[in-house]
């Protein structure tokens, strides 16, 4: 079944960096369009990030725009998000997700993630 | 601040019809950019359960309903179960961000 696990969440402190992971499995993974998405405490969803299925399009919301960027591996089946510069409103649960459509490569805006994984958590304190 | 809007809270007994509302702008629903909800229960993994305004993944029950009009959308549950208590959000696209966008989700309880 798919399956998308994170992972590299931790307690680190303000101005520090720190790489989420997310493994896929169950689906052919280089053909479909990944996302971050995070969850403050207490807090409602937000996007962060998406990169197209062949990793030439990339997107990153304005909040996390020149300190986090969304990577991929199709070798190891992995996207990654490297956030620099932490601030302490980082703190959150980090979630990926997949894009619902294959082949989307920047330009299906108008769609949605269709499976998530479990989350890591991400701790941003001095 | 939220770009697209929904109730902090909306409540129900067992069996009846409760609706969220998802009240967008000219830069996102308005533009015409589907909009799609999820479902969260709190230890687990988002799930999707209307895509494109009113389609239901496999395995969602008919129950569950999308529509939208104008700027806004709406999520329509009927029968009420006790399993349906969460927090549910709506997302779309918006133009001004360049980037999905997710209401501030809306906490269910089933009374």
């Known amino acids: 079944q798919v399956q998308l696990v994170e992972s590299g969440g931790g307690v680190v402190q303000p101005g520090r960096s720190l790489r989420l992971s997310c493994a896929a499995s169950?689906?052919?993974?280089?053909?479909?369009?990944m996302h971050w998405v995070r969850q403050a405490p207490g807090k409602g969803l937000e996007w962060l990030a998406v990169?197209?299925?062949?990793?030439?399009?990339?997107s990153h919301a304005d909040s996390v725009e020149g300190r986090f960027t969304i990577s991929r591996d199709s070798s190891k089946n992995t996207i990654y998000l490297q956030m620099n510069s932490l601030r302490v409103e980082d703190t959150a649960m980090y979630y990926c997700?997949?894009?619902?459509?294959?082949?989307?490569?920047?330009?299906?805006?108008?769609?949605?993630?269709?499976?998530w994984g479990l989350g890591t958590t991400v701790t941003v304190s001095s | 601040q939220s770009v697209l809007t929904q109730p902090p809270s909306v409540s129900g007994a067992p069996g009846q019809r409760v609706t969220i509302s998802c009240t967008g702008s000219?830069?996102?629903?308005?533009?015409?950019?589907?909009v799609h909800w999820f479902q969260h229960i709190p230890g687990t993994a988002p799930k999707l359960l209307i895509f494109?305004?009113?389609n239901r993944p496999s395995g969602v029950p008919d129950r569950f309903s999308g529509s939208k009009s104008g700027t806004s959308a709406s999520l329509a549950i009927t029968g009420l179960q006790a399993e349906d208590e969460g927090d549910y959000y709506c997302?779309?696209?918006?133009?001004?961000?360049?980037?999905?966008?997710f209401g501030g989700g809306t906490k269910l309880t089933v009374l």
């Open positions: 997302q779309s696209y918006d133009t001004s961000l360049s980037g999905r966008v």
């Open positions: 990169i197209s299925y062949d990793g030439t399009y990339k």
């Open positions: 494109v305004t009113t």
């Open positions: 000219s830069s996102n629903i308005g533009s015409g950019y589907d």
């Open positions: 169950g689906f052919s993974f280089r053909t479909y369009g």
């Open positions: 997700a997949k894009d619902r459509l294959a082949f989307c490569g920047g330009d299906c805006f108008s769609d949605t993630m269709d499976v």
